[in-house]
């Protein structure tokens, strides 16, 4: 059973850039499609960026032009670098299957957008 740890979060001005990083326990190399997610308070939890094994990539029209997801198969890592950072970015960030898998939620990382 793969588990997902995520990190990298934390306190920015508007502006900023941060870089999450998802490390996976087992492989990821046979799930096809990876993804960040984020949850802000209040509101329901929604897909910002996936990827697919082959490397073909969405996003979130929020996010677009600001955000870029990569993933590393053969360390297990898939990554958000998340520039040009807004006010409305701050949420609880975690990584997943794309769709998202039940079992498959870890603890997230904190993302606060802040002057």
């Known amino acids: 059973q793969v588990q997902l740890v995520e990190s990298g979060g934390g306190l920015v001005q508007p502006g900023g850039s941060l870089r999450l990083s998802c490390a996976a326990s087992?492989?990821?190399?046979?799930?096809?499609?990876m993804g960040w997610y984020r949850q802000a308070p209040g509101k329901q939890r929604e897909l910002v960026a996936g990827?697919?094994?082959?490397?073909?990539?969405k996003y979130a029209a929020s996010v677009k032009g600001r955000f870029t997801i990569s993933r590393d198969n053969a360390k297990n890592t898939v990554s958000l670098q998340m520039n040009s950072l807004k006010p409305e970015d701050t949420a609880v960030y975690y990584c997943?299957?794309?769709?998202?898998?039940?079992?498959?939620w870890g603890q997230g990382t904190q993302v606060t957008v802040s002057s």
């Open positions: 990827i697919t094994r082959s490397g073909s990539t």
């Open positions: 997943n299957r794309d769709p998202a898998f039940v079992g498959l």
């Open positions: 087992g492989s990821i190399f046979s799930i096809n499609a």
